[in-house]
């Protein structure tokens, strides 16, 4: 975190008025002598002592292909990271690891579907889940009212079978 706007207005006048060495100031106020020392270069250079912008500034490559990676988002929603990143390579030629990726598409709010039958295979292995935890295996199979895929309820049988 950069020290206040105050402090550093503090350490640059107590060098400037007391003719007295970097390393005094430095401890003076507990700050590390390089501190003071960039602290008094940027003071001349540009008069202000504002602390300046932290983090990268430079674009992701993968902004000036923007309308191109929402267009192969939007044809193929159910592809994995690695398969945009091998199809956005080979048109454009700018290969882009799938972390690189994952944060381009985060940063333009693009979520990643995935086909329709995986999800509905991930909901009856929850809904098995789900009453498994909930009731007694043995009641599963016998009761009525939990309506189990025939696989499911092959699969609570079996569980039964062995407990």
């Known amino acids: 975190m950069p020290y206040s706007l105050d402090l550093r207005k503090k350490i640059v006048s107590a060098y400037e008025a007391g003719k007295t060495s970097i390393r005094k100031v430095a401890k003076q106020f507990m700050v590390n002598p390089k501190t003071v020392e960039r602290l008094i ?19 992701s490559e993968l ?36 972390g690189a990726m994952c944060r381009y598409l985060k940063k333009q709010k693009l979520t990643l579907k995935k086909k329709t039958s995986r999800s509905e295979k991930m909901n009856t292995t929850r809904i098995f889940d789900r009453v498994t935890r909930r009731c007694r ?9 939990v309506s189990l895929a025939p696989k499911l309820r092959e699969t609570a049988a079996l569980i039964t079978r062995r407990n």
């Open 41 to 59: 270069k940027q003071q001349r250079e540009t008069g202000n002592l504002e602390p300046k912008k932290s983090g990268n500034p430079t674009p």
């Open 137 to 145: 295996i043995s009641t599963v199979d016998s009761d009525p009212r």
């Open 63 to 98: 902004e000036a292909h923007k309308e191109l990676i929402i267009a192969t988002v939007e044809a193929h929603p159910d592809w994995t990271l690695w398969q945009y990143c091998e199809e956005i390579g080979e048109k454009t030629g700018v290969y882009v690891t799938t």
